[in-house]
């Protein structure tokens, strides 16, 4: 792989080209640009310029309209619903933030869903959206199935990502956590399958059920829950929440995120905001107590270290590319 560096500016601006050539709206594409910018900036290279040309692929055929107009409503005082009419599921989130946020401030508590939807990228970032506008906020996203049972060979449930973002009570976020039901992340395999590299041991099985560290038989096979059954269980919960909750189709019967076979993925999220002045009055404190008490042990990481120190990198020296791809994706742009 031959590197180079780009500013975040230029990667955003490489994405939002490379999608409106594509044949999505400016707007549904800045929002799904921002998202792409963020996972470069944390480090975060399965969601990032790798995912573009498989966006622009799936707009030109079909599998995302990239026009879509996100639909809102408030059936509830609490509770916001969106639409994201088989649309990108970055501008639909958008669509019924504003609500959601002043929904959760005013009764302490709000839960937003999106149904219709697709892929919404790195989940901790929309957490840490919520922690940023002083709420705890807990996001869950589902995905086409990828994870079999324990003891199963079929996937039911895909890699089914929580995240946590907390804030700190004086404006700014104490952490987040952002992880998947899988011992990793599928986009993680889909990045070493386009390297041509090898997955690591006990991260996936093949078709037979059995251990693999080809990429490609991964794909084919199923994802390992982190834990076992504790990692399914965790995986199952969001099912429930982002599929079920959420008008979404299950895991089971969404068309894959890659590729152009089967429409649109109709996938689902569903987030929970809560004020914490609501609740108590010493909540921050005993977050920052909480965050001492792991951190002050010395070589320990907290949730989201890896993520800050990546972002701290590229403020400073850019952001490390594929000059390979960044080709393919300019190629797309003309």
């Known amino acids: 792989m031959t590197e180079g560096t780009m500013t975040l500016a230029a990667v955003e601006q490489l994405c939002l080209r490379a999608l409106i050539s594509a044949g999505a709206c400016e707007d549904n594409a800045a929002a799904v640009a921002r998202s792409t910018m963020l996972a470069e900036r944390d480090g975060i290279r399965s969601h990032g310029l790798l995912y573009v040309p498989i966006y622009a692929e799936h707009v030109r055929c079909g599998k995302v309209d990239g026009k879509a107009r996100p639909m809102v409503s408030q059936p509830r005082p609490g509770a916001v619903v969106v639409d994201a009419a088989t649309g990108f599921a970055h501008p639909a989130i958008d669509a019924g933030w504003d ?33 940023e506008a002083g709420l705890l906020g807990l996001c869950t996203t589902h995905a086409p199935a990828s994870i079999a049972p324990p003891g199963g060979r079929s996937p039911v449930i895909g890699t089914n990502p929580f995240a946590l973002g907390v804030p700190d009570g004086a404006g700014g976020v104490a952490l987040v956590l952002d992880q998947s039901a899988s011992v990793v992340a599928k986009s993680e395999v889909l990045l070493r399958s386009r390297e041509g590299r090898p997955i690591e041991p006990g991260w ?6 059995a251990d693999t560290l080809d990429p490609a038989a991964a794909l084919k096979g199923s994802m390992l829950p982190a834990g076992g059954h504790k990692g399914f269980g ?11 909750l959420a008008g979404a189709v299950l895991s089971k019967d969404a068309s894959p995120f890659s590729g152009t076979s089967g429409g649109p993925p109709r996938t689902g999220q569903c987030f929970v905001a809560f004020d914490p002045s609501a609740f108590s009055t010493g909540f921050s404190h005993q977050v920052a107590s909480l965050v001492d008490a792991i951190v002050r042990q010395g070589d320990v990481r907290l949730p989201g270290s890896g993520r800050q120190a990546a972002r701290r990198r590229t403020e400073r020296e850019g952001v490390r590319v594929d000059a390979d791809l960044v080709g393919r994706i300019e190629a797309l742009c003309r």
Do not use: K, W
């Open 99 to 131: 609500r959601f946020i002043a929904a959760a401030r005013l009764n302490g508590i709000a839960a937003m869903t999106v149904f219709n939807s697709y892929n919404c990228g790195v989940l901790g970032h929309h957490a840490e959206r919520i922690a």
């Open 204 to 209: 996936a099985i093949d078709e037979q059920g």
């Open 234 to 244: 965790v995986g199952f919960l969001v099912e429930i929440l982002a599929s079920c």
